[in-house]
């Protein structure tokens, strides 16, 4: 089983121990490394002929490589954040520009997001991670956790949403008015609302969004 | 030891009467005390013919001396400062990546064809070093300026450690490196995992990483 720890805030160590582990990571994203590593970029990143076609058609492009060895393998893009999630057997949800890196034994997967996605700049796809083992998800300044209730439901601007794990429904909602049509929008024209019981991960930057101009 | 770490993108030098200090021109960020900048015509430390070779090799970063006493801040365009001490050893980073050093050190221009000849050439282009790069040597200590944070990862003899070109930072000890290439059919194809080059260093010493593939 590969062996994730956090080198500082933005360097991401993933020691394998040779034999099948494995890691799956963002192309490009290794900054060094030590022993012995082999790179191998995945066709379409899905499973088998079925995810890469699902992956063409959705523009859901994660391109991930897989990482195979013996060693420490290091880990960083473009000075990101990073923040490690450990799953047992739980699904994750995540934007494909946000994922740095699965541990081999976990499933990757697209869904669909509706309104949503056209919203947060990502198209109407959205990547879901599945199984048993540790992810490393990647921000634009350190990610906050923020836990969504059935009391307290949660409204994320989304171009700062990251990821969300848990039973949560979510929903699109905006606050377009006379004002925003004026010209005189405050940019929090559109939300996603998370209703459940969950966490959402927010990133402390905003991405260029299709709300974020109006 | 004369630079303290502020913050992670920010460093305090002391100053005192005598010694002297370089530092990359316009880094200074503030100054207590009384300390006098003056821009270093020459690069650094040397005389003309050092001059001659820095501009001739393209490794002559603007310097100014800074001297007097007191202590000056040092920072530059929002980068992450680590400060790397000498004791002995020769570091080796390019020189716009170098924003102070102490004027105890030994500043000279190491051509990357000597080591290694041809392929030495072929992977300073890769790693956009140049076919120059600068080294400092003695006991002192220099800061050295990445973007994102910088991890030191150790080299000892039998664990080489491989690094992408493009997130080196600097080097230290007593360490040979060779550009390593997995090129495959796959690169051919356009199918490659974007790391097909990689630098491989052994020997003895440490290697600096950033935490990121961008350059300054």
Request: net charge neutral; with cysteine.
């Amino acid at each position: 089983m590969a062996q994730f720890r956090l080198e500082g805030t933005k360097v991401l160590a993933v020691t394998l121990g040779g034999g099948g582990d494995a890691v799956k990571a963002k192309n490009g994203s290794m900054v060094a490394y030590d022993g012995e590593m082999a790179f191998k970029k995945m066709s379409g990143g899905g499973e088998g002929v079925r995810g890469m076609v699902t992956r063409r058609i959705t523009g859901e492009q994660l391109t991930v490589m897989e990482v195979k060895g013996q060693g420490t393998c290091y880990f960083a893009d473009r000075a990101a954040d990073i923040a490690l999630v450990r799953l047992s057997g739980e699904k994750l949800h995540v934007e494909a520009s946000n994922l740095l890196c699965t541990d081999g034994g976990l499933r990757t997967g697209t869904s669909f997001t509706g309104l949503r996605g056209a919203s947060q700049g990502n198209g109407l796809f959205t990547t879901t991670v599945e199984g048993t083992g540790q992810a490393a998800l990647m921000s634009d300044g350190p990610a906050v956790l923020l836990r969504v209730t059935p009391h307290t439901p949660l409204q994320v601007d989304p171009g700062a949403y990251v990821a969300h794990q848990g039973n949560l429904r979510q929903s699109f909602q905006s606050g377009v008015n006379f004002r925003t049509l004026m010209g005189e929008g405050s940019g929090e024209a559109f939300q996603i609302r998370f209703e459940g019981e969950g966490v959402v991960y927010v990133q402390p930057s905003e991405r260029n969004t299709l709300g974020g101009e109006v | 030891m004369p630079f303290r770490e502020l913050s992670g993108k920010l460093v305090e030098a002391r100053v005192v009467p005598g010694q002297r200090m370089f530092s990359q021109r316009g880094a200074m960020v503030g100054y207590t005390g009384e300390v006098t900048f003056t821009p270093n015509m020459q690069g650094g430390q040397g005389g003309l013919m050092s001059m001659i070779g820095r501009r001739v090799a393209g490794e002559a970063a603007p310097l100014m001396t800074v001297e007097g006493d007191g202590t000056v801040m040092f920072g530059h365009g929002g980068h992450h400062i680590q400060v790397i001490e000498l004791d002995g050893d020769t570091l080796c980073v390019e020189a716009d990546r170098l924003l102070a050093f102490d004027g105890s050190l030994q500043q000279g221009t190491l051509f990357l064809g000597r080591d290694g000849g041809v392929m030495g050439m072929v992977r300073g282009q890769v790693s956009g070093q140049g076919l120059f790069t600068t080294t400092l040597a003695g006991k002192g200590s220099a800061a050295v300026m990445a973007h994102g944070g910088i991890i030191q990862l150790p080299i000892s003899p039998g664990r080489p450690v491989h690094v992408d070109p493009q997130a080196y930072v600097a080097h230290f000890g007593d360490v040979r490196n060779k550009l390593s290439s997995a090129l495959g059919w796959r690169d051919m194809v356009g199918r490659g995992s974007g790391e097909a080059f990689q630098l491989e260093l052994s020997g003895s010493g440490a290697v600096f990483v950033q935490a990121s593939e961008e350059k300054l």
